[in-house]
């Protein structure tokens, strides 16, 4: 099988610092990670590749050169290749933009399943996967929390907010990972030393001609407004002894939040 | 010389550094207390080839070089000193005179099981009466019909020796020829007459297994002499040069995690109103343990530099050895007084730092026996 793992380099922090000018993201000076959903995302690739012998792994990264440690740490991990998708002409990209980029690197190459993570921790929208998809006319499923393979269709459970759903879909498709999905593998000793004697190649837009109107900070439509994290979601209330009276006090909470 | 790390020993310590915090620091205080060998952190390790590292893949083993191996062991053991002496007596001890003393056939049997981790080893030269004087071996094997010996005998204090399958045992063969009438063995557990005394109840690194070896009439084949008959002791001795760097590694590795938790701690602490980080009585202890935990490092990555480029080097190993084993304990010691009757208890890690940062002077050579290596050189 021919796999692709789309990954990303973020700020390893939960508190990015925005450019007030621009409104995009200042990453000097802050170490760098994998995004962790990616880190899910190769993860499920790797346990495919493990499923399916011969199968082949890709990794593809949009970003800057330095981005390249990222793509260096996934083939430490056992993954084949490596495309770093670099020009200064994709510079401030956003979601948009980066899924046409990122999609016109794809179609020219092959492909039976694309992971992607869920979402990546410096913008939190969630969009470049399911975009991807879209560019590339892919079946998706986002929020992939279990995979079962038979044959050319994979049968997986996609995760909701108050439930979730299982998803039949045929190959190719491209699946977005979160991280109940499954725990990553560390890079191995060897796997880092070999990661080094491998090439990692540069795709620039000489190679790929996007049209300037589709890339870059111009042609982004993302104006961001105002960025802040969401409040931690409260835990919930539990009432283990539901006698007449602890129900009576639940009726009249809930009643005095409105919500009955 | 140049100080940089290169790209790959950089992001050996980024993943050491991230698997000990995810996977060793969280059970290290309990495999202390309970005496537990960490047997699913040692899968995990051998799976990301760490239990062989620094040997060459044919045999399974990673290919990394020394100054990766010393950081691996320097950042497990920042956050468990346990976990770095496994994996320091795994690779340099029991892995080491197999691959450089084996003939092809020991290594094509013994090296692949031992450098991926699927089997532990373990290295027995100290015995009752043999400890700083290892020449004193009363451990002996006698050629029996040209065919195998049969080895008679005790070791003392083998590390892993409760979990390990294969070992390197050191024995006399000629008493006339003295330190040149030892020699080495590959000895596998489950031989008849071989068996092991109880675990030792330590007072550090208490996870790691220790034991004492015995050996009844234990039959040795002859195909597993290692090296020749004599060479014993040159191959212990060459063994623990590179055992000291695993050990300077390890103790370099606590006296980092006392120091980082010092710190810390001292930022938290109110006393007179203020962090006690902010009293420069402790400001510049904290500041001598910085230098003295940085000394131990250049003393460390210098003896594996050398270790990567020249034939000998038992004087930097000996010096890293010395030097960073005797700050570990220096740094862990300040490290508790930093953190007052807590750093006392068991609730904070320095307490077990200061007790795991004890062995590193001791095992491997005592401190005194780094003196002496160092002295007969200068
Ligand atoms: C946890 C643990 C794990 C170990 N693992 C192993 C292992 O895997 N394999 C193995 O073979 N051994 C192992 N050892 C043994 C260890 O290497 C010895 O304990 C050490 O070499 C010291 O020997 P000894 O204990 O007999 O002390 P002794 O030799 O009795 O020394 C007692 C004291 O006298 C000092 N001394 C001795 N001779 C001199 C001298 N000439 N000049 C000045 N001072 C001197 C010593 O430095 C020490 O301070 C281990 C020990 C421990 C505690």
């Known amino acids: ?260 | 010389m140049d100080y940089k790390l290169t790209q790959e020993q950089e992001m050996v310590r980024k993943v050491m550094r991230k698997f000990a915090l995810e996977k060793v620091e969280p059970i290290a205080a309990e495999i202390d207390e309970q005496e537990i060998f960490p047997e699913e952190n040692v899968k995990l390790l051998s799976e990301m080839g760490v239990m062989g590292m620094i040997y060459p893949k044919e045999y399974g083993g990673s290919g990394t070089d020394s100054i990766s191996y010393a950081i691996a062991i320097e950042e497990l053991s920042k956050v468990c000193g346990t976990t770095g002496c496994i994996v320091a007596s795994h690779n340099s001890l029991a892995c080491g005179p197999i691959y450089f003393f084996g003939t092809k056939e020991q290594k094509d049997k013994y090296l692949p099981d031992l450098v991926t981790g699927r089997k532990l080893g373990g290295f027995g030269l100290t015995e009752p009466n043999a400890g700083t004087d290892s020449a004193a071996q009363e451990t002996t094997a006698v050629l029996v019909d040209d065919e195998y010996y049969l080895l008679n005998g005790s070791k003392m204090f083998i590390t892993n020796g409760g979990v390990a399958e294969t070992y390197v045992i050191f024995a006399m063969t000629d008493k006339s020829q003295g330190n040149r009438g030892i020699s080495a063995f590959i000895v596998e557990k489950g031989w008849e007459g071989f068996s092991q005394g109880p675990h030792e109840k330590k007072m550090g690194i208490r996870g790691s297994s220790t034991c004492e070896l015995i050996f009844e009439n234990v039959k040795v084949p002859k195909e597993n002499l290692l090296g020749r008959e004599g060479q014993g002791f040159k191959i212990a001795m060459s063994t623990l040069d590179s055992g000291r760097i695993g050990i300077a590694a390890q103790a370099l590795g606590i006296a980092q995690g006392a120091l980082d938790k010092a710190i810390e701690y001292s930022k938290t602490r109110v006393q007179f109103g203020r962090p006690i980080s902010t009293k420069q009585g402790l400001q510049w202890m904290m500041a001598d343990m910085h230098v003295r935990t940085e000394a131990a490092r250049q003393l460390v990555y210098r003896a594996a530099y050398a270790k990567d480029h020249q034939k000998r080097f038992t004087e930097e190993a000996a010096m890293a050895k010395l030097y960073a084993s005797e700050t570990a304990m220096w740094v862990t010691t300040k490290a508790v007084q930093i953190h007052g009757g807590y750093g006392f208890t068991r609730d904070y890690p320095v307490e077990r730092m200061m007790r795991d940062a004890k062995i590193t002077e001791i095992y491997e050579g005592t401190s005194e026996v780094q003196r002496m290596v160092l002295a007969v050189r200068s």
């Open chain 1, 1 to 260: 099988m021919k796999i692709i793992v789309c990954v990303k380099q973020v700020p390893d922090t939960s508190e990015v610092r925005i450019d007030p000018k621009t409104n995009t993201l200042i990453r000097e000076g802050v170490p760098s990670i994998i995004n962790p959903d990616d880190m899910n995302a190769i993860e499920a690739a790797l346990a495919m590749k493990d499923a399916n012998p011969g199968s082949e792994v890709t990794l593809v990264c949009m970003g800057p050169p330095q981005a390249d440690v990222a793509l260096r740490e996934g083939l430490a991990m056992g993954c084949d290749k490596a495309i770093l998708i670099t020009d200064r002409v994709f510079g401030g990209s956003d979601t948009w933009a980066t899924s046409n980029i990122i999609a016109s690197a794809l179609v020219e190459m092959e492909y039976d399943v694309i992971f992607c993570g869920r979402q990546a921790i410096d913008g939190d929208t969630a969009q470049v996967g399911p975009q991807i998809a879209e560019c590339l006319d892919l079946p998706q499923v986002s929020y992939v929390a279990d995979i079962k393979q038979n044959g050319d269709t994979l049968t997986v459970q996609r995760n909701l907010e108050d439930g979730y759903q299982i998803i039949e879909v045929k190959m190719p498709c491209l699946l977005t990972c979160i991280k109940e999905l499954n725990e990553p593998r560390y890079p191995s000793m060897g796997g880092i030393m070999d990661a080094y004697q491998q090439e990692v190649e540069h795709w620039t837009n000489e190679k790929l001609q996007i049209d300037a109107s589709l890339i870059g900070l111009k042609s982004s439509p993302t104006k961001v407004n105002r960025t802040f994290t969401p409040p931690a979601k409260e835990p919930g209330i539990l009432v283990p002894d539901a006698d007449v009276e602890e129900i009576a006090k639940v009726y009249k909470d809930l009643k005095s939040k409105h919500y009955l």
